[in-house]
């Protein structure tokens, strides 16, 4: 009889917090825009209106994951975050592909592999600037590390470079055989991952200090109640649906943009996944702030992992109701700069601590990587 008013009593608390939140209220906004703008021709102040709702309920959409993160701990969070963050960018690629079939034959494969370089790169080599900056070496766990960076090499190589020299088809495209084996294999490597992560070598993806030991647990913050984690969640997935939705009125916008600036179409992939990528990046830079560079090479390296074993399968299912081909396969120049960057990589890694030397050679290569694909 004294509990249940005190937890109503705590509800609306939390309520009246939350709608005076930006977190609360620019996902729910982008939704209202995404129903009344959804299925019309926009003029360009409105387009910049739901832009702007867009980015914002990506970054809205990251603080939510990193909330039911916090509470579920890691490596969990890590994985919370690049799981939601995929979904976003599977939901991207595939209302692109059926809004323009004919332009988007490669959009799988041009955003896969701009998430491969910007997470491998990218969010690597900033993590690892960062954390070196800081205390001069960045300290991580080259067993959990080399493991996921092992995960990663072996689903980009049988889904982006394998297409190339496969004689099924004409093109660099998988047969359907090959798709639907791909697109398991992928899965599977992504699950096996993921118990191995949570499960039996949970403590390999934890974050350590200068002589290797995991960090206590207390030297994180308090982490949020169940009932504020649970708000989040459902935070999550309403800013969720306003990303895609939103994405999907813009992205006319996207490619006249890049047609009217003589970019390649591809570039269109890079955008996507500069635009999914953002909030990842921002978490694995704060995370490197504070000394948690394997949380934020969990980000990383996670994400490229989702990027690939989450968006083949899906967009294997996709294409039975697609027209045209599907391609996949990497061109030389990407296949050169994959490769250029798997051997950089597992040197990296193999140490378990890095300098700014690591990070601004893994710089470069993001560099190189969107100066030729504005420039092929």
């Known amino acids: 009889m004294i509990t249940w008013p005190g937890t109503l009593y705590g509800m609306a608390a939390l309520l009246r917090s939350r709608l005076t939140d930006w977190t609360f209220a620019v996902p729910v906004l982008a939704v209202l825009v995404l129903i009344v703008t959804w299925g019309r021709n926009l003029p360009g102040p409105v387009i910049v209106v739901v832009a702007l709702l867009l980015g914002g309920a990506v970054l809205a959409a990251v603080h939510h994951a990193e909330v039911v993160a916090h509470r579920v701990g890691e490596p969990y969070g890590s994985l919370v975050l690049a799981v939601a963050v995929t979904v976003i960018e599977v939901a991207l690629i595939v209302t692109l592909m059926i809004s323009g079939p004919e332009k988007t034959q490669s959009l799988a494969r041009d955003t896969v592999f701009a998430a491969v370089m910007i997470t491998c790169n990218g ?11 800081r205390r001069r070496v960045a300290v ?21 470079v394998i297409p190339t020299f496969t004689t099924a088809r004409p093109g660099p495209e998988f047969s359907p055989a090959q798709l639907a084996f791909a697109a398991v294999a992928s899965l599977a490597l992504y699950g096996l991952f993921v118990l191995v992560q949570t499960g039996r070598h949970r403590d390999y993806f934890l ?21 504020a984690a649970l708000m989040s ?18 992205s ?23 635009l999914v990528l953002l909030p990842e990046t921002l978490a694995a830079a704060r995370a490197a ?68 030397l690591q ?18």
């Open 359 to 376: 990070g601004g050679v893994h710089l470069v290569l993001m560099a190189a990587f969107v100066f030729l694909a504005a420039s092929p």
């Open 140 to 160: 991580f766990n080259p067993e959990g590390t080399g493991g996921a960076l092992a995960t990663v090499i072996t689903l980009a190589t049988l889904s982006l």
């Open 289 to 356: 702030r504070r000394d948690r560079v394997q949380i934020s090479l969990n980000l990383a390296l996670g994400s490229a992992m989702a990027s690939i074993g989450l968006t083949i399968p899906a967009i294997a299912i996709a294409s039975i109701w697609l027209d045209g081909p599907l391609l996949l396969g990497l061109g030389g120049t990407q296949l050169a700069l994959l490769a250029l960057t798997a051997v950089t990589a597992v040197l990296t890694v193999v140490p378990g601590r890095a300098n700014v």
């Open 123 to 133: 969010i690597l080599g900033l993590s690892l600037l960062l954390g070196a900056l």
């Open 207 to 227: 974050p350590v200090d200068s002589q290797g030991q995991v960090i206590d647990a207390e030297e994180h913050a308090k982490p949020p109640t169940t009932r």
């Open 233 to 250: 969640l459902g935070l999550l997935l309403v800013a969720l649906v306003a990303v895609v939705g939103d994405a999907k009125t813009v």
């Open 252 to 274: 006319p916008t996207i490619e006249a943009g890049v047609a009217a600036a003589n970019l390649p179409h591809a570039f269109v992939g890079v955008i996507i996944a500069l």
